[in-house]
């Protein structure tokens, strides 16, 4: 089993920045990847970006540009850093773990972007 938690959510005024944490913990050993996904009130969940046990990282386009992924080995820990935020990037952002055919959650942490 893999344990994932997210943190670092919180309220941010348009055109700020953030940094959300994401630590596995557990049975860590030969995750594949880890993921970056957010979820709006009244959406569907949206993939921001994952990053391979190989260090490959791949954005795709909700927040291309304004956003980077990267990890600290030492710490099991995956981050997203935000910039340039806006009203619409309000939601609850979610981590994962894949580990061969099993996805962990983690259960969110809350983004809120005041205009």
């Known amino acids: 089993q893999v344990q994932v938690e997210e943190s670092g959510g919180g309220l941010v005024q348009a055109g700020g920045s953030l940094r959300l944490f994401c630590e596995a913990s557990g049975s860590i050993f030969s995750i594949i990847s880890m993921s970056w996904y957010r979820q709006a009130p009244g959406k569907q969940r949206e993939l921001i970006g994952t990053?391979?046990?190989?260090?490959?990282?791949n954005y795709k386009d909700v927040m291309k540009g304004r956003s980077i992924i990267f990890r600290e080995n030492a710490k099991n820990t995956v981050y997203l850093q935000m910039n340039n935020l806006r009203p619409d990037d309000t939601a609850v952002y979610y981590c994962?773990?894949?580990?061969?055919?099993?996805?962990?959650w983690g259960k969110g942490t809350l983004v809120t972007v005041s205009s």
């Open positions: 990053i391979t046990s190989d260090g490959t990282i």
């Open positions: 994962n773990a894949r580990k061969f055919q099993s996805v962990y």
